[in-house]
Nanobody, 123 residues
Framework: QVQLVESGGGLVRARCSLRLSCAAS????????IGWFRQAPGTEREFVAS????????YYPDSVKGRFTISRDNAKNTVYLQMNSLKPEDTAVYYC????????????????WGQGTQVTVSS
């Protein structure tokens, strides 16, 4: 029902910034809340940020709060994750996900997923 494609990942130095994009197909983009998750080697996939269908509400865990900002442009079917003050521990594959219903921080509760984009932060 919706396809998601992440872009914008890469190799950056600590304390630098990066902006990820999640482009969605279809006309029903506004029917989905969008989330960002990440998974580092040897770890479980973890919640990074989410934004409500109309962009009115955003949520972040303490690990990224104040550094990361999620936003969406429904006219462009795109969600962004602005990442500032990056740390080596932010290194992970970053995934965007879409969910038409109630959203949580648990990855399995999100219905649609992109393939991910690698973010590597060097010391």
């Amino acid at each position: 029902q919706v396809q998601l494609v992440e872009s914008g990942g890469g190799l950056v130095r600590a304390r630098c910034s990066l902006r990820l994009s999640c482009a969605a197909s279809g006309r029903a983009f506004s029917a989905y809340a969008i989330g960002w998750f990440r998974q580092a080697p040897g770890t479980e996939r973890e919640f990074v940020a989410s934004i409500s269908k109309n962009g009115g509400s955003t949520y972040y865990p303490d690990s990224v709060k104040g550094r990361f900002t999620i936003s969406r442009d429904n006219a462009k079917n795109t969600v962004y994750l602005q990442m500032n003050s990056l740390k080596p521990e932010d290194t992970a594959v970053y995934y965007c996900a879409a969910e038409p219903g109630v959203v949580t921080v648990t990855p399995v509760t999100w219905e649609y997923w992109g393939q991910g984009t690698q973010v590597t932060v060097s010391s």
